[in-house]
């Protein structure tokens, strides 16, 4: 835990608490910079260590969230494939199938996370990754409710750890701003997924291999390509950028310098108690957990979206087609985000409350239109998809006004907590004695999903300006520090102190006065 020690500012201003810790409790970023001295990358340098970034980590998360949301659809497409005949299911027992799932998630939440802090990201997500794919593959024996509710319990133990991986590594090599674009483009790259999945259903139904159903063939290829996956993240993909084996080792020091702007560092593998206290006693922790939690009641659809269009009276093989139309708005709606973000600043509430607004509307129109209108209601269930874009954006948001590596990990965890428990309930808002117009269903959805994570993310945005102008003020009357002090003792036992720059000292957002929130 750092350690304050006071200086003198002026007459009217007594102490100001500079930042002390052991050298053990450093930041990485310290260790690199102890090996090498560079300055500040000039803006071309930066834009190559930019670009670099882009090609490297970029080009392998967008890969990862889509494999990742095609493998989380394989029960939903399966739904249609033959899977509720072969493993002899009832609706209700299909629900569970998308619960139990999450709860495996909810219980290796914190232990995963924890594995994040402790070990190599890289090397622990590829593991993952490998495993995932291991159990997608395990799928195809299972002919019962009972062997399937297993499969996808440790299915959801082995997800835990992806998307918090990706969001620490995000953090790692880009700024805030960038990691505010990126986000979307990569959510655009996941929410596509439909696409994807419906062309495979409507291929593999063309597959006649007699008893191996059309189903386990979409889980022979979705688990085989994230096993090479997997292979691929353990071989090429960088724990951080002092591991970043396409930058040269100056090239390292000048990545982090780049994102100096984060005022934070990049990774610290000592858990940090007081960091997690302060992130559980935190209010906008809470915040992000309530809004994760509200926003994903509406996300049970996943596994409904090929049984609710097939409801409306389209064959098989329309359904799988029609299906992809959900992953090109995802695209074109995330897109649209991500342009907005790049051209505009601290836009990322008012672009989640207008995203959740067509939502609204399809909530309405399914209340509303009558069932013969089946192309009205085919519609609403299309223009749902603009609301994966403040699922994107508040969750890197989340992490990004959160420092400290335990505090941020901590946040992490806790908004995908919500997460899981949100995904555990929304499925069952889905019951046999709802179908087939789901009325109790989309007004839950309505309320709970749409409106009221809207007002959270207002609430939270006056919250974090009101803090910044706290902490400008501070600023102003001299009282904010962007130095600390690393004390080194020597086998002797003699002590040695080093002020070095704050952002070197792993400080949370609260112990570090100089860092702003982005709204």
């Known amino acids: 835990m750092a350690s304050k020690t006071p200086e003198q500012t002026s007459s009217t201003e007594v102490l100001v608490e500079t930042p002390k810790l052991p050298d053990k409790f450093a930041d990485e970023s310290y260790k690199l910079f102890s090996q090498v001295k560079v300055q500040p990358p000039t803006p071309e340098e930066a834009e190559r260590i930019r670009r670099k970034n882009?090609?490297?980590?970029?080009?392998?998360?967008?890969?990862?969230?889509?494999?990742?949301?095609?493998?989380?659809?394989?029960?939903?497409?399966?739904?249609?494939?033959g899977i509720l005949e072969d493993a002899h299911l009832n609706s209700n027992q299909y629900n569970w199938l998308s619960s139990i799932f999450y709860f495996g998630y909810l219980l290796a939440e914190w232990p995963q996370n924890?594995?994040?802090?402790?070990?190599?990201?890289?090397?622990?997500?590829?593991?993952?990754?490998?495993?995932?794919?291991?159990?997608?593959?395990?799928?195809?024996?299972?002919?019962?409710?009972?062997?399937?509710?297993?499969?996808?319990?440790?299915?959801?133990?082995?997800?835990?750890?992806i998307v918090p991986a990706f969001l620490l590594t995000l953090s790692m090599f880009f700024t805030y701003d960038e990691q505010a674009v990126l986000m979307p483009i990569m959510w655009a790259a996941g929410n596509s997924s439909p696409i994807t999945s419906g062309l495979l259903s409507y291929g593999v139904l063309w597959i006649d291999t007699?008893?191996?159903?059309?189903?386990?063939?979409?889980?022979?290829?979705?688990?085989?390509?994230?096993?090479?996956?997997?292979?691929?993240?353990?071989?090429?993909?960088?724990?951080?950028?002092?591991?970043?084996?396409?930058?040269?080792?100056?090239?390292?020091a000048q990545a982090i310098l780049r994102i100096a702007s984060n005022h934070s560092g990049i990774e610290q593998k000592r858990f940090k108690r007081h960091q997690l206290i302060e992130a559980l006693k935190d209010p906008k922790t809470w915040l992000f957990f309530l809004h994760a939690w509200s926003q994903e009641m509406a996300n049970g659809l996943t596994n409904q979206y090929s049984l609710i269009i097939k409801s409306?009276?389209?064959?098989?093989?329309?359904?799988?087609?029609?299906?992809?139309?959900?992953?090109?708005?995802?695209?074109?709606?995330?897109?649209?985000?991500?342009?907005?973000?790049?051209?505009?600043?601290?836009?990322?509430?008012?672009?989640?409350?207008?995203?959740?607004?067509?939502?609204?509307?399809?909530?309405?129109?399914?209340?509303?239109?009558?069932?013969?209108?089946?192309?009205?209601?085919?519609?609403?269930?299309?223009?749902?998809?603009?609301?994966?874009?403040?699922?994107?954006?508040?969750?890197?948001?989340?992490?990004?006004?959160?420092?400290?590596?335990?505090?941020?990990?901590?946040?992490?965890?806790?908004?995908?907590v919500g997460y899981g428990l949100g995904n555990i309930l929304s499925p069952q808002l889905f019951q046999e004695q709802y179908k087939p117009r789901y009325i109790v269903t989309w007004w839950v959805i309505l309320w709970i999903a749409c409106v009221l994570p809207s007002f959270v993310v207002l609430y939270l945005r006056w919250y974090l300006v009101k803090e910044n102008k706290r902490r400008d003020l501070l600023a102003q009357r001299g009282l904010v520090r962007e130095v600390g002090v690393?004390?080194?003792?020597?086998?002797?036992?003699?002590?040695?102190?080093?002020?070095?720059?704050?952002?070197?000292?792993d400080l949370t957002d609260r112990e570090n006065l100089a860092f702003r929130y982005v709204l």
């Open 114 to 161: 924890l594995a994040l802090q402790r070990f190599p990201v890289a090397k622990w997500l590829a593991g993952n990754l490998i495993v995932w794919g291991g159990i997608l593959l395990l799928h195809i024996p299972c002919n019962s409710f009972a062997s399937l509710f297993v499969v996808r319990f440790f299915l959801g133990l082995a997800e835990a750890c």
């Open 210 to 252: 007699g008893s191996f159903s059309s189903w386990k063939w979409f889980m022979v290829i979705t688990g085989g390509l994230t096993i090479i996956y997997g292979v691929l993240v353990w071989l090429f993909f960088p724990d951080n950028p002092v591991s970043a084996h396409f930058l040269t080792l100056e090239e390292r």
């Open 486 to 505: 690393i004390e080194h003792v020597s086998e002797t036992g003699e002590r040695r102190e080093e002020v070095v720059d704050a952002r070197q000292l």
């Open 312 to 416: 409306f009276g389209f064959t098989t093989l329309q359904t799988t087609l029609l299906g992809c139309v959900t992953g090109l708005t995802s695209l074109v709606s995330l897109a649209t985000a991500a342009f907005i973000l790049a051209k505009t600043r601290n836009s990322r509430a008012w672009l989640s409350v207008a995203a959740y607004i067509p939502p609204i509307i399809s909530c309405i129109l399914l209340i509303t239109l009558p069932w013969s209108n089946r192309w009205g209601l085919l519609t609403a269930i299309w223009i749902r998809s603009t609301g994966g874009i403040p699922y994107s954006v508040v969750m890197i948001w989340a992490a990004n006004c959160s420092a400290g590596h335990t505090k941020k990990t901590a946040v992490i965890a806790l908004y995908h």
């Open 54 to 81: 882009v090609r490297w980590i970029l080009s392998f998360l967008c890969v990862g969230y889509h494999l990742m949301y095609v493998d989380k659809q394989t029960l939903g497409s399966s739904s249609i494939l």
